[in-house]
């Protein structure tokens, strides 16, 4: 009896949330290697080094965009430690690609493939929704993936054979290479599948969790003894003021920051301006952004260009360096390209359980009435 009620529990939540598992496992696959993808792309609009040509200084790049913008008070600007590498520049929400010795702009806006990034994150979030819509689909989507966690555990009980033997769990352990019928075939992917990605799949699911609830992110501090912090609060500012560093000095300030302080030379350096009156953060990473522990950020003042706070993973508290494991490890990031890959074939593997779900479903709930409508 216990046995049928895990059964029929495991079916009907399959088929009440099966479409929404496939969209977020499908987007997953999408989203396996977008910032490999996306830096690739950047690296494309490299230019040839001109000889005796100087590179932009930061502060040019900067003046680029805010004559486009004259009235935004946030910028952004990137620069790479690659020869040639073009340079990223956002006010505000607008973005652009510079030439990194003539300031000519390169590309204005998204690409097609970071637009298309974008939708399928949008899609994997919040179903495309917008506005007033996205709590709703957030839930939707929040508790879709809970119904999910619970088809992995029921699954994993449903898998387990009643005779332990070699011979019997082999069967739901291996790929069969003859079937009798297409239920056959799908009943035994769906058992091969399932098993092989299911402790993947556990942990790409529990850590969604924190993504989605409150309880869970209090869960996760409570842990360690803590509460969930609270989101740091500026003054937004009406206008920028620029300081009396110039930028270009204070990006040279974070670059010999790094060279003193970094273990792994830095590979991109983020600068961030008028977030915070009188001060310019730098956000200096050894990766693309795949590992935090060789990534720290810096606070310069603005006027003596004297460092104000330097933050690396040291420095979070346990709760903090705990939801950013978590985090990576919904993505596979956390062990590097070998976790991404697997991440993806998890999340491929759960399009095609979905489908052998579904299909077993028919099967059992619709093609009997059919039959005997027929007869």
């Known amino acids: 009896m216990f046995r049928k009620i895990i059964f029929w529990s495991h079916l009907v939540l399959g088929v009440s949330g099966g479409v929404i598992i496939f ?3 499908a ?14 792309q950047e690296s494309r609009f490299t230019v040839v080094e001109s000889h ?3 590179r932009l200084t930061t502060d040019q790049a900067l003046s680029v965009v805010r004559q486009k913008h004259p009235d935004e008070h946030h910028f952004y600007l990137r620069q790479v430690n690659r020869p040639g590498a073009a340079i990223p520049v956002w006010a505000g ?21 970071s637009g298309f990034f974008r939708w399928n994150e949008n899609l994997h979030r919040w179903l495309l929704a917008d506005g007033s819509l996205r709590p ?8 879709s993936n809970l119904v999910f966690l619970f088809l992995i555990i029921t699954g994993l009980y449903l898998w387990l054979p009643k005779n332990m033997r070699w011979k019997v769990v082999k069967q739901s352990l291996l790929f069969r290479r003859q079937h009798n019928s297409r239920r056959s075939r799908y009943l035994n992917w769906h058992k091969v599948f399932g098993v092989w990605t299911l402790i993947p799949l556990f942990f790409i699911v529990c850590t969604a969790t924190i993504f989605h609830f409150p309880w869970a992110n209090k869960l996760l501090y409570s842990a360690y003894g803590e509460v969930i912090p609270a989101r740091e609060q500026h003054p937004e500012l ?14 040279r300030i974070a670059q010999q920051h790094s060279n003193l302080h970094s273990h792994r030379p830095w590979y991109s350096m983020w600068m961030e301006v008028g977030e915070t009156a009188g001060e310019v953060r730098f956000f200096i990473d050894a990766t693309i952004g795949l590992h935090p522990e060789h990534a720290y950020s810096l606070y310069l003042d603005a ?3 004297d460092v104000v706070k330097a933050k690396t993973q040291a420095d979070w508290s346990k709760g903090d360096r705990a939801w950013d494991v978590a985090r990576y490890l919904h993505t596979g990031e956390y062990f590097g390209l070998p976790g991404q890959t697997i991440a993806g074939l998890a999340s491929l593997a759960a399009c095609i359980l979905v489908f052998t779900g579904f299909f077993l479903s028919w099967k059992r709930l619709i093609t009997p009435r059919l039959k005997a409508r027929l007869t």
Request: hydrophobic fraction near 30%.
């Open 27 to 40: 987007t997953g696959v999408v989203l396996t290697y977008e910032r490999q993808i996306l830096e690739w």
């Open 238 to 251: 009406e206008h920028l003021e620029d300081g009396k560093q110039s930028y270009e000095t204070l990006f």
């Open 93 to 113: 929400r607008d973005s652009y690609l510079l030439h990194p010795y003539t300031g000519e702009i390169l590309l204005t806006g998204p690409t097609t493939l």
């Open 23 to 25: 969209i977020m496992s």
């Open 303 to 305: 006027d003596t260009g």
């Open 136 to 143: 709703i689909t957030k839930n939707i989507t929040a508790y």
């Open 52 to 54: 005796g040509a100087s």
